[in-house]
């Protein structure tokens, strides 16, 4: 039977998820820890030398904020640059990687003295770009242009396939998912199920949210197996996905 995986991301992005792994013979669930909201804004890039994308709901806000497509746009990773080329950006870069990748393309590409840069993000915002980029002699603008809100429980339905074991892993793409999960297994008693699911985590900072104590407790979270991929993109975590499969279900090392 093929395993069944959990997806975690906010909607969009869960749903091409689901189609990818179930091509590879995955089942899926899915069930946004993390609901996107646009959050309004003026947003003018006249100025603007180039826009840099650090998440797809970042696109997609500036997508919908903005009626130009020509204005350069940097993408933190593949992922996020097919989805801006899926919005009609007909100058798009991809960094292939993380934060600290998407700084290195500027650098080397871009003149610090040629204008601003408008990071379009959320308001919250992991790693450190702007301050690398600063010290490189760049102007980095930040304009918020969605909030993520944690969802406040977990649906009954997925609650219910986690308590019975129908649940065999779970995707992680970010701490704050991460942390999220964790607080909603434990506020609907179900911590005890995490020792019969694999947690399946984009980066070691995604695998400590996952693995830290909880309000307090004395011991780590327990997990059935986490793995962390390689490299932080969708390829490689669903590569370490692929790899647990073939170690758990054919008792390949």
Not at 55 to 65: E, M, T
Not at 165 to 177: C, E, K, M, N, W
Not at 205 to 224: H, N, Y
Request: charged content about 20%.
């Amino acid at each position: 039977m093929a395993p069944r995986v959990l997806l975690t991301r906010p909607r969009d992005d869960a749903a091409a998820d689901a189609v990818t792994l179930e091509q590879k013979g995955y089942q899926t669930t899915i069930e946004p820890l993390l609901v996107i909201e646009p959050i309004a804004a003026m947003l003018d890039l006249a100025a603007a030398q180039a826009v840099l994308a650090t998440s797809a709901n970042g696109v997609r806000a500036l997508a919908a904020a903005v009626a130009t497509r020509d204005v350069p746009m940097f993408a933190v990773g593949d992922a996020t640059a097919r989805v801006a080329c899926d919005a009609g950006f007909t100058s798009v870069n991809s960094a292939a990687g993380d934060s600290r990748d998407l700084a290195r393309l500027i650098a080397a590409t871009l003149d610090p003295k040629a204008g601003p840069l408008v990071h379009v993000a959320g308001e919250d915002v992991a790693g450190d770009l702007a301050e690398s980029l600063s010290g490189r002699g760049f102007a980095v603008l930040r304009r918020v242009l969605y909030r993520a809100r944690a969802r406040a429980a977990l649906t009954p339905d997925v609650a219910r396939a986690i308590k019975d074991g129908a649940i065999d892993a779970v995707l992680f793409f970010s701490p704050r998912s991460a942390r999220t999960f964790v607080s909603l297994m434990t506020a609907a008693r179900l911590a005890p199920a995490r020792a019969g699911m694999a947690a399946i985590c984009l980066s070691r900072a995604v695998a400590d949210a996952a693995t830290s104590a909880e309000d307090g407790a004395e011991k780590a979270v327990a997990w059935r197996a986490v793995c962390v991929a390689a490299r932080p993109d969708r390829a490689a975590l669903f590569e370490a996905l692929d790899a647990w499969k073939v170690q758990q279900f054919t008792g390949s090392s």
